[in-house]
Structures are given as C-alpha cells and as structure tokens.
C-alpha cells in the first residue's frame, strides 16, 4: 500500500500518466537531507506545543536520525509511488517509527512550507560553494598577475588597439568583476535567511506552533512575515539564477579572450596540456574547450534564469504547482557552475604568457597617440588642438611606416610647435604606463595596491 499524502477524498489512485507527470523525485531528492531536518525542528516544536509527548519526540527524533543515515548511505531511496521527496520521506519515517507515531509529524505543515524552505536551504549551500569556487578563479587571476608584475599588452576598445596597460590590470580587471559576483551572492544570502516553515499551506498554522524557533534551529535569520508571500514567493530563486547566470557571463569574457588570445594570430598564450583538448582527426590541434564551454554554458545558464522568470511571470497567489519548475533550472546552474569553475581556475592557473610577444606586439597601432596628446596638454595646449597634433603625427607615421616613437624631431616639431623631442618620455609604453598613476590607472604602483586589495577580499570571503 503506497503512502500518499493525500487520497482520503478520492475514490480511485493517479491515472500513470498523471503520476507520471506529477513525479519529481528524481531530481528533488537532494533535498532530503534538509526535509529531515527541518521535520527534526518541527518535531520540537510540536512537543513544545504539546502536540508530542517528550517521550514521542524523543522515539520521533531518533526515527529521522535513523531515516538520516539510510538517506545518505543509499539504503532508503525514493519508489516511483512516491511523488516527491516529502511523500518518500513520510514513507520512510512510517516504516521506522510506526504510523501512529509517524502520522503525527504532518500536523501544521504542508508540502508548499516545506518545499520553499527546503529550496532555500539547499541553494544557501550551493551558492556558499560556488562562492568559493569563484574565489578560486579569482586565486589563479591574482597568481598570474603576481607573476607577471610588468608584463603589458595591447589595450584594446572595440577589439583594436587602444592603449597600452599591465597584464596585471587587464587580469585584475576580470577578478573585480568576479569578486562582485561573490559580494552579489553574500546580499542574494541576506535576503534569503528567512524561512517559509510554519507558513502551512498558505495562511499559517493554528497550532501554536513556533515559525521562529524552527527558523533559528534550520540556521535562517527569522521566519518571513508573510505566510502567503513565504509559500507563493520564488524571487529568491530567480535572483539567485541571475547571480549564477551572471557568473557564467563573466567567466565568458574571460573566456572568450583566452580563446582569442590562443589563435595563431595573437600568440599571447599556451594553454597547459592539461586543461586543453587535441582533436580526432588533425594530429596538431591543441583545443581551449575549457573557454568554450565556458562561453557554451553561460548561454544555458541565462536560459535557465529566463525559463525560470516565465514560469514565475502572472501566477496569482499562493502557491500553484507550476511553483515545482523552479527546481530543475536552479539546480542546473549550480552544477554546471561546479564543474566549470574550477577547470576555469585550473587552466587560468597554468596559462604560459608570451610577454615578449604581448610587450612587441603594444606600441602597434599608435597606442601612443593619446600620450603625445596629453603630454600637450600638460605643456598648456588645449586638448581639441593636442588631439588634432597627435593625429597628425599618426598620419606621418602611417605614412612613413613607422612608429610614433621613429618620428624625427623636426616631423613632431611640424605636428605642433609645443612638440620639443622632450615628449619621447612618453613614447614608451612603460613611460605611458607609468604615467598613468591616478587611483584605478594601469601605472605599476596603483596596480600592485590593486592586486594587494583583491588578494585582500578574496582572503576575506
Ligand atoms: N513537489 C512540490 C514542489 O516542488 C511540492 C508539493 C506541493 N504540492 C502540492 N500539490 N501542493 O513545489
């Protein structure tokens, strides 16, 4: 005889192809270990009620300690009968304590409660280890930049070359990005700590039971004040979706620079055989899936948050059955997270830099252009008329085919007057680099703080 929560007012069980449809063991199921948890809490607060006798709760308790460790050693597990996590685990505390014992668990609760805190529970977990797993990409970024104090490459806007900068600044770049992504996570975590347990089904319980007491034990902040927002809401989902599928947004760019920067054209890199992949048909292919998949799945993860976000979008209060698509995509994000990160912080990691290549490759394109301007500028030449000089010394250049820097005294003199040869302080990429050494510049003072402050807060997290 299956245990189904509910048939007292039906006559006949499921058609298969309702129970079928109905089903979601198979992927909520991860939720057991917070199910009993949370029925380990609201045994206490039944008793305190005086709804179970101390001897009960205590017969009760060691039942779910017992149902706890058949769950995590396999040996209790879902049957197709059960339709969710809850039912199979009901199953599972009747076939130890008894049903008359069992059956008293249920009193005040209901699987749309459960459910939502449940839900919280897990993701509050999940996303502290995709915290982490960021943090550790952050790692390998602030290693290379540790490594490389004065490497420089190309700056670029609009993929061509715009300035010259650090290495170390364009790596600490994406780790500011990365390290807010963490910080998002921590606020998503604030809002998140408050607990639907005790909401019932969606107007709260008459019992005297103690929605706060069962907060606390579950480590939540509080109890929501909304028994109808705490069963029907899922903002708390989408928002984490968002956090996830921001993540893999910005681990895409990193990744897309990493495949660029690995073509043949570029050179900037070698990625380590370890983290890369040949091919089965051209002997020579040494492939970045890693960046690629990384590219792949940040598209899957803004499909799961958008997937998400329609399920949500007009259902009216309170909870409805779509509510139980909300799983699946949350669930995906984080697993794809925790595979990607860290083959992202393993082939960051181990990525060989060619700085001569990169330092060769940074006066190209007259990089330099906007530092002949502004050195006008601090000798008192107004920037429309240093601009229009240092295009001219550009066209010169192209022209001649050669570099700013190859320019003759008399050729800068005819570009603007103010251009003595005292200007090739500047036209060097480490003059220009230095030069930029206002807070958040790419000169090497500002990027070593820099690099101490993200080592800094990565520690910290
Ligand atoms: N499995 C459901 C979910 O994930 C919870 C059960 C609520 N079911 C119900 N018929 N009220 O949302």
């Not at 017969?59 to 197709?80: C, E, K, N, T, Y």
């Not at 939540?220 to 903002?235: E, H, K, L, M, P």
Request: glycine content about 8%; hydrophobic content about 45%; aromatic content about 6%.
């Amino acid at each position: 005889e299956p245990t189904k929560l509910w048939g007292g007012r039906f006559a006949s069980g499921p058609a298969e192809a309702m129970a079928a449809l109905s089903l979601s063991t198979h992927f909520d199921w991860r939720l057991a270990p917070y199910d009993i948890a949370g029925s380990r809490a609201h045994a206490r607060v039944l008793h305190r009620a005086g709804l179970l006798t101390a001897e009960e709760l205590d017969r009760m308790l060691a039942g779910l300690d017992q149902l706890a460790a058949d769950v995590s050693s396999g040996a209790f597990q879902p049957v197709i009968d059960d339709e969710d996590v809850h039912t199979a685990l009901e199953r599972g505390l009747l076939e130890r304590v008894g049903v008359e014992l069992g059956g008293k668990l249920r009193a005040g609760r209901s699987r749309n409660d459960q459910v939502a805190t449940l839900f919280r529970m897990w993701l509050r977990d999940a996303n502290r280890r995709v915290a982490a797993g960021v943090l550790d990409v952050v790692d390998a970024l602030v290693a290379q930049a540790e490594k490389h104090p004065d490497a420089v490459l190309p700056g670029r806007t609009h993929l061509q070359h715009a300035q010259p900068v650090l290495l170390a600044h364009h790596l600490l770049a994406h780790c500011q990005a990365l390290l807010r992504d963490v910080q998002r996570l921590r606020d998503w975590d604030a809002r998140t700590a408050f607990s639907p347990y005790g909401s019932g089904a969606l107007a709260g319980s008459s019992l005297g039971l103690d929605p706060q007491a069962v907060a606390a034990e579950l480590g939540f902040d509080g109890a929501v004040d909304n028994s109808i927002d705490g069963t029907a809401s899922r903002d708390f989902a989408a928002e984490a979706g968002f956090c996830l599928a921001m993540i893999g947004v910005d681990l895409s760019r990193v990744a897309e620079e990493v495949i660029i920067w690995n073509t043949a054209e570029f050179r900037y890199v070698t990625l380590d055989d370890a983290w890369a992949t040949g091919s089965s048909i051209m002997p020579q292919k040494k492939n970045p899936d890693v960046a690629e998949l990384a590219r792949g799945k940040s598209g899957r993860l803004i499909g799961n948050l958008t997937g998400l976000l329609s399920t949500l979008k007009a259902q009216p209060l309170a909870y409805n059955r779509d509510l139980q698509e909300d799983k699946e995509p949350v669930f995906d994000s984080v697993e794809q997270l925790e595979l990607l990160l860290p083959a992202m912080a393993g082939m960051l990691g181990t990525l060989t830099f060619h700085t001569d290549r990169m330092a060769e490759l940074a006066p190209a394109g007259f990089t330099l252009a906007t530092d002949i301007a502004e050195w006008l500028v601090r000798q008192g030449v107004p920037f429309r008329v240093a601009h229009e000089a240092s295009g001219a010394c550009v066209r010169t250049a192209e022209s001649r085919g050669i570099g700013l820097d190859e320019l003759t005294d008399a050729e800068l003199a005819a570009a603007h007057p103010a251009l003595t040869p005292d200007v090739r302080e500047v036209l060097t990429v480490a003059g220009s680099i230095a030069s930029r050494d206002a807070h958040g510049g790419t000169a090497p003072q500002r990027v070593a703080e820099q690099r101490e402050r993200v080592a800094a807060a990565a520690r910290q997290h």
